[in-house]
């Protein structure tokens, strides 16, 4: 138990912090905004991530995962929670041990400087082990997990980005079986 309240600990200071930023009043694009309206989508985002890093946890698999993302635009029901982006992806393993689908909401703050930090909140499906009798496999105790993931980027064109990006899988502490993962890697993005 101790060590889910020191990880849970661990993230929520980074997570705090994040949160401040992204609802502070002073908010700024560095370039004009599209003009065209975007339909639905607003972002698409993808890249390769270390799959399990030995981030506030332990790793039991190895490889990478190719992620895929769409941000879609924030619809008027959301603005009282700050006009989150809904999104939908993907993480598909290298080496096929445990995939994911994954949805939630994205809070953006957009800097002046053309830095940009994201912090999402959400639901994964996965395809990964729940309980098992092995001690060099994770238990994840759910299919469904919670996901928390939190993105430091740059806009370097007025469509185009990179980032770094990390995101948490767990049930928190729901089930006994907690072992969690963590990811971590670079992302391209285009927002329309």
């Avoid at 989508?41 to 039991?60: F, P, Q, T």
């Avoid at 994964?124 to 430091?152: M, P, Q, V, Y």
Wanted: proline residues 4%.
């Amino acid at each position: 138990m101790r060590k889910i309240k020191i990880h849970l600990t661990l993230f929520a200071i980074p997570a705090l912090i994040v949160c401040a930023i992204l609802l502070s009043p002073t908010s700024g694009y560095a370039a004009e905004p599209p003009k065209k309206d975007p339909g639905y989508l607003y972002a698409i985002r993808g890249g390769v991530l270390i799959h399990d890093i030995n981030i506030l946890g332990h790793s039991e698999e190895s490889g990478a995962d190719f992620n895929l993302e769409a941000l879609f635009v924030s619809p008027d029901w959301l603005e009282w929670l700050w006009a989150p982006h809904p999104h939908l992806g993907i993480a598909i393993h290298s080496q096929d041990d445990t995939n994911q689908i994954y949805s939630g909401l994205t809070w953006e703050k957009v800097f002046s400087n053309n830095f940009f930090i994201n912090l999402s909140l959400g639901l994964t499906l996965h395809d990964g082990t729940r309980k098992t009798s092995e001690h060099n496999e994770k238990e994840l105790g759910s299919d469904l997990l919670f996901r928390e993931a939190l993105e430091f980027g740059y806009q370097i064109k007025q469509h185009q980005s990179l980032s770094i990006f990390f995101f948490h899988i767990s049930n928190a502490g729901i089930y006994s079986e907690n072992d969690g993962m963590n990811h971590l890697g670079l992302r391209y993005g285009y927002t329309f």
